[in-house]
Structure formats: C-alpha cells, structure tokens
C-alpha cells in the first residue's frame, strides 16, 4: 500500500533561519507532489506542483521554493524565514496526471511552522 | 478569490440530528472530492464525484454533485462525535488537472 511521511511534526525557527521540509511517498511510482499550505483551521492553498524528478512549477510568489531531487521525495526550502512564513505545511501525493477523472489527494499528516 | 464557497463556516449539533455541507462554485468541475480532517492532522479523502448529478453513500454520509457540476453536497445523518472535523471541498477544473481549488471549510462539532 501506498504511504507518504512528513517530517517534521513540528518546527519552531527563528526570523532569518532557512528551513528545510521533507516528503517522502512509499508504495507507487512516478506520483504527482505538491505542497500547500493552511491558514489557521481553513482552506489550502497550493504553494507549488512537480509530475516528475527536477519538474517544479510555483503557484504563488513567495520566500519559498521547493525541490525534488528523486522520484518519490519532495522538499519545501527557505533561505531565510518571515514572520509569514508560520503555517500548517502539508504534503500530498496523487497519481501521474491525465487521466480522468482525477480520483483526489492523499495527504501527508503536516508540519506545524511556527516562525519567531 | 475563493473559487469554492463553503457554507456553512461553523456548525454546532448535537448528537443524532442530521446536517448538510454545500460547496458552491460558478466554474464547472472536472471531479470533486470532500475530506475530512482532524486538528493537527492531514485532510483525509471522503469521496470523489464526477458526473453531473451523481450521489455516493458512504455509510451516514450521503454527496451529491450538482447536474451543472458546479455545486456539491455533504448530508450526514444522525451525526456521532466521531463525524466532528473541519470538512473540505475541492475541485480540479479542467485546465488544471491535479490541481485543486479548496473551499476554505467547514467546521461540524458534535456534541454527545
């Protein structure tokens, strides 16, 4: 079965520390990646979108970037944090696209950023 | 701009009584899913809809999708603590495939 980890649970940084989220998905091959991010208790907002290895396209302008140096991992990074970088990340995996319908994410259990 | 319209934003029941979720939208859907999620938790996938007027039963838990394909509906009856969560819509368009649009959610609380 198809899985996807998170890491961390957690984060407190500093204003101006970089950051580095990891996702790794386990069980399937060649999988769709995104991250997005959750306001307070609300709806998400798609940061950024890979279909494969070094394939990333950015849906918001940010101090944010994101990575995927394999097939299956995916990384959110900043150089240097803000105060409105603090959120609920959240990682999700779906199958390669095209086909329809599109059947719907699964999701990463999230990190809690808190930037001070 | 909110793509999808959820409404309500907060719901208080209690246990036992029934309660319906909408998800508005004026752009047409390719497929629609609902989740459900926990405080601190990943949404979790509840269903996917994707013709025009189609209804899927998950066990108390009845959605419809609109004939137009631009409205939804989560109708869960005789609701449990259990079904207490932040409920969400999401549609993908069909020049954005993969790419989900989120209703901005619902909150069900319910009490015993």
């Known amino acids: 079965s198809q899985t996807i980890h998170q890491w961390p649970a957690t984060l407190v940084q500093p204003v101006g520390s970089p950051l580095s989220l990891e996702c790794t998905v386990e069980g399937t091959s060649n999988p769709n990646l995104y991250w997005y991010r959750q306001a307070a208790g609300r709806g998400l907002q798609l940061l950024f979108y890979s279909v494969g290895i070094g394939q990333i396209s950015s849906e918001v302008p940010q101090n944010l970037s994101a990575s995927r140096p394999q097939d299956r991992q995916f990384i959110l990074s900043s150089k240097k944090l803000l105060l409105s970088d603090s959120g609920f990340y959240l990682c999700?995996?779906?199958?390669?696209?095209?086909?329809?319908?599109?059947?719907?994410?699964?999701f990463g259990s999230g990190t809690r950023l808190t930037v001070v | 701009t909110q793509l999808l319209e959820q409404s309500p934003q907060f719901l208080s029941i209690q246990e036992g009584e029934n309660l319906t979720v909408y998800c508005n939208s004026s752009s047409v859907f390719s497929s629609l899913q609902w989740y459900r999620q926990e405080p601190g938790e990943g949404p979790v996938l509840l269903v996917t809809?994707?013709?025009?007027?189609e209804v899927k039963k998950l066990k108390r838990l009845t959605f419809q999708f609109g004939d137009a394909r631009k409205d939804s509906s989560l109708h869960i009856t005789a609701a449990q603590p259990g079904d207490t969560g932040l409920y969400l819509c999401?549609?993908?368009?069909?020049?954005?495939?993969?790419?989900?649009?989120f209703g901005a959610g619902t909150q069900v609380v319910v009490t015993p």
């Open positions: 809809v994707v013709t025009g007027g």
């Open positions: 999401a549609g993908d368009t069909t020049d954005s495939w993969g790419k989900l649009q």
């Open positions: 999700a995996w779906s199958v390669r696209g095209g086909g329809r319908p599109f059947y719907g994410y699964t």
